[in-house]
């Protein structure tokens, strides 16, 4: 039975098209909006006395498609906001007006002019086009003839049910259905002219070829390029250069195009867009477009680290940085081409769903993995892949996501998306499919539970946040069948762990590591890195045999020969003799003293290389380049800045940099210094600190969640110890604890790897709680870490929790023990199937046994003391 047929309004059409159809999409190719409005009115007007109702989208700055009128529903969209935002609003409307079934859309093309591609464009229709047909309505559509990419309109044409051609020869009005889906006739696909009355098929063969080839001088055939943005500023610019015409000197027309491609590449934040204005020159854009896949955006993190070396070489300095900065040798993925990946794979509702609701378990996240990782990407981007790769040949690559909001004035995104090591090793084909799998696996993670977490939190779930992706030449050298850099680590223009007050705050910190980088921002059991307060860069906070303990003992790095990332023992990677200036890295420790390492001295059994970088401190100007970039970076910045670098040194002490990334940094605490009471009766004290590096108040916290160190320490399944941090998770996500504020204690480092020494949790796991504690236990073997400048301290900063480590056996520290293993227990309560946990996971209702009270903490990191009481 042939569905039933809907009236367009106009007869003649229904005539030519066999009638409309509920879940038909309309577009109507057009020169003139005011053709498109000939088809929408009669449309409006048939719809309103159909279902006494017409939506219309308004989002274009055109005029008007059709006037008002009774039942003409106008709902406005924002395309400013970015695809994903619009897109998701479009849909919330399309949702909410469904059942009165008929929608007339703004022209199309005007979306390319907000959006600079036509790849945007072609994916909202995409991911538009199937929702309006899976709810059975009808909808108008236009897009201007000959102004977008072919592949664009073929991508619309392949989605939509009916595509018609509208074109005026000498006057008189052209249509053309090119396609009427699941609908034919001998007549229906031939030229029309449209008169009063019946519409006249063009059937002569000469008048049919004088009409068609009138029509395909038209710039839908004629033209190749769009007039989107994203091409047609880079090819004027082209041509003034091309032509001859110098382009640095900047006119007010080529500086007009210049702020426009730099924003297609790199964002529209108006603090970055000051500084991208300053320091980019037109070269510099060109080499980015150069070294593109796909198109759109380039993202925060590269954008962050391109623009801090053009800072470095381009303000005057006491160092040539032109001299130590190492080329990056870098490639954008176009975030473009994530949104493309997402239409094309059916992926992009399932981002919708999961953006709005953010609750996501880390089980549900490896099925949403999994269907990132069977996508595809068109053979225009394949192809594209293989030369990207067939340029780096062999040599190890990371892929880094650098999505829209990351690395900006106000979130870092800080380990909340992944980046991937690709060894590179093997033939074409086998490096190809681990980097396929890298780039779905980076795509994937933006729809973690830990990202979604943090969109939230930030007040970012509804922003437009596209993935592009960072390649990049793995910075080290090959060394045995391992390659590493000798040096990486993180760099900060300010140091909030003084841990003495010889240290000044304001000239800075370095995390330093020997490997990969990974070890420096990343929360490793067991491990340290070299912690370098460049006011005083001999100084240490750990003396004497705590050197030894308090040092790094694994390196992170790429195994050739297995095609893989690893982390080693240092002692099984290198040895004293053979690693280029590893007497320089090194010291030996012997009976309890260090001492330097030499060139060519052979080690007794006794004695046990420690990485110190004593030597390399002392015999470069590591110290003075690294603080001099901070330095030179903060003032550009107008901000305190967090770095990532890798380094080394050649023979003769010279050192290079490479640097990787550069954010703001945002500092934790209160402007000025806290009064920490003193005079808290001993019975209302919970506890007492005295090394705090983040600070603030935080008044009625009615629940306290307590992870009894010794009892923790006592869980012998390794299954049931990682389940710990489920029940923390859920904790965290309970209304009933949401509704107020609350505090996490737990044993040795929350959210590290290795569960023996904290409780293995993640991100989304605690980002509710307003301060988080880490308590070491001497003989349960916790240790907690003074992590500043790892991505976990870094989510406490942005978060705005309060972070005290506590030291029970300190004698300057006052712990009551007895509150937090007596007081009543309402886990149970609140989650009846954890109740195997409750000899170990304690929830404490603070007035319900408190006689009403709730807990206070004050915390001030100027003078290094805390204390949470009842009050």
């Known amino acids: 039975m042939e569905p039933k047929a ?59 498609i059709v006037g008002h009128r009774r039942g003409l529903v106008i709902k406005a969209v924002d395309p400013s906001l970015g695809f994903d935002s619009f897109t998701a609003e479009v849909h919330r409307v399309i949702e909410q007006w469904a059942k009165k079934k008929f929608f007339i859309v703004d022209n199309l093309s005007a979306l390319v002019e907000e959006w600079a591609t036509d790849e945007l464009l072609a994916n909202f229709f995409q991911v538009t086009c199937p929702f309006l047909r899976e709810l059975d309505t009808v909808a108008y559509f236009a897009l201007t003839r000959g102004q977008h990419a072919h592949s664009a309109v073929a991508r619309v044409r392949d989605t939509t049910q009916v595509l018609i051609d509208v074109y005026r020869i000498k006057g008189i009005m052209y249509i053309h259905p090119l396609k009427v889906w699941d609908r034919y006739s001998p007549q229906m696909f031939l030229p029309h002219v449209v008169t009063e009355g019946r519409w006249q098929p063009v059937f002569q063969s000469g008048e049919a070829a004088a009409v068609s080839a009138i029509a395909r001088k038209r710039p839908l055939h004629a033209m190749e390029s769009s007039i989107a943005p994203w091409d047609s500023v880079y090819h004027k610019l082209i041509q003034y250069r091309d032509a001859g015409k110098d382009t640095q000197q900047i006119t007010p027309e080529i500086q007009a195009l210049k702020q426009e491609f730099s924003r297609m590449l790199i964002g529209n934040h108006p603090e970055f867009n000051r500084l991208a204005d300053s320091y980019f020159t037109l070269e510099d854009l060109y080499n980015i477009r150069d070294r593109m896949i796909g198109s759109g955006r380039i993202g925060g993190k590269a954008a962050g680290m391109l623009l801090a070396r053009r800072i470095l070489l381009k303000e005057d300095s006491q160092i040539d940085f032109s001299q130590i900065l190492e080329d990056h040798d870098s490639f954008y993925i176009g975030s473009d081409t994530f949104f493309t990946f997402l239409v094309d794979n059916n992926l992009f509702r399932l981002r919708l769903k999961l953006s709005r609701d953010s609750q996501l378990s880390r089980e549900e996240f490896q099925d949403v993995e999994q269907s990132f990782l069977t996508g595809r990407f068109s053979p225009e981007i394949m192809e594209q892949f293989r030369n990207m790769l067939d340029y780096f040949g062999q040599a190890p690559i990371i892929v880094r996501s650098s999505s829209l909001l990351e690395d900006s004035f106000g979130n870092s995104f800080a380990g909340k998306y992944r980046s991937e090591f690709c060894a590179n090793q093997g033939s074409p084909d086998e490096r190809l499919e681990v980097f396929l799998r890298a780039i779905k696996l980076v795509y994937a993670s933006t729809l973690s539970p830990d990202a ?60 330093l590591v020997f490997g990969l980088g990974t070890r420096a921002v990343n929360r490793v059991g067991g491990d340290y890195p070299r912690m370098i307060a460049l006011s005083h860069p001999e100084l240490r906070p750990e003396v004497g045999m705590e050197i030894a303990k308090y040092s790094q003992h694994e390196v992170d790095l790429l195994n050739l020969e297995a095609n893989e990332f690893a982390t080693l023992p240092i002692n099984e990677v290198v040895s004293e003799d ?18 330097d390492l030499y060139k060519g001295v052979k080690l007794y059994p006794t004695e046990k290389i420690l990485l110190t970088f004593n030597k390399f401190m002392r015999s470069t100007n590591f110290v003075k380049i690294t603080a001099e970039m901070l330095e030179t970076l903060d003032k550009a910045y107008g901000h305190p800045v967090d770095t990532e670098f890798t380094a080394s040194a050649d023979l003769e002490g010279h050192v290079k940099i490479n640097l990787l990334q550069c954010r703001p940094l945002w500092l934790p605490g ?29 008044s009625r916290i009615k629940h306290i969640i307590y992870i009894d160190p010794r009892r923790y320490a006592q869980i012998n399944s390794m299954e049931l110890k990682r389940s710990v941090g489920r029940v923390v998770g859920r904790l965290n996500a309970h209304p009933r604890l949401a509704a107020d504020k609350f505090l996490m204690m737990g044993p040795g480092r929350w959210g590290s790897g290795n569960i023996d020494l904290g409780v293995n949790v993640s991100y989304a796991d605690i980002d509710n709680t307003a301060v988080l504690v880490e308590i070491a236990r001497e003989d349960s073997g916790h240790v907690p870490e003074l992590s500043y400048g790892t991505h976990f301290f870094q989510d406490l900063v942005e978060n705005q929790m309060i972070y005290l480590p506590i030291y029970p056996d300190d004698p300057d520290t006052r712990f009551n023990s007895l509150f937090f293993e007596r007081s009543a227990n309402i886990l149970a309560d609140l989650l009846p199937e954890s109740g195997q946990f409750e000899n170990a996971v304690r929830v404490i209702d603070v007035p319900q046994v408190a006689n009403g009270a709730y807990a206070r903490v004050v915390a001030d990191p100027q003078s290094h003391s805390a204390i949470c009481f009842l009050g």
């Not at 577009?27 to 498109?36: G, M, R």
């Open 452 to 511: 979604l977490s943090y969109r939230r939190r930030r007040g970012l779930g509804e922003s437009d946040e596209q993935m592009a992706i960072l390649v990049q030449r793995v910075s080290g050298i090959p060394y045995r069948h391992y390659f590493f850099p000798s040096l990486a680590g993180v760099a900060f223009s300010r140091n909030l762990y003084a841990w003495t007050s010889r240290i000044d705050p304001n000239k800075g910190l370095i995390r």
């Open 578 to 595: 053979e690693y280029p200036n590893i007497h320089l890295l090194a010291s030996v420790m012997k009976d309890g003293y260090l001492s």
């Open 6 to 64: 809907i009236n367009s309004g106009i007869a003649a059409l229904d005539q030519v098209l066999k009638g409309l159809r509920l879940g038909d999409n309309v577009v109507w190719q057009v020169d003139s909006l005011d053709d498109y409005s000939y088809f929408a009115e009669p449309f409006a007007d048939q719809a309103i006395r159909y279902s006494d109702t017409c939506v219309y989208l308004r989002f274009a700055p055109h005029p008007p």
């Open 670 to 698: 209160l402007s000025g210094p806290l009064k920490v009471p003193d005079n808290i009766p001993q019975d209302r004290t919970l506890f007492r600190a005295t090394r705090v590096i983040s600070g603030g108040v935080v």
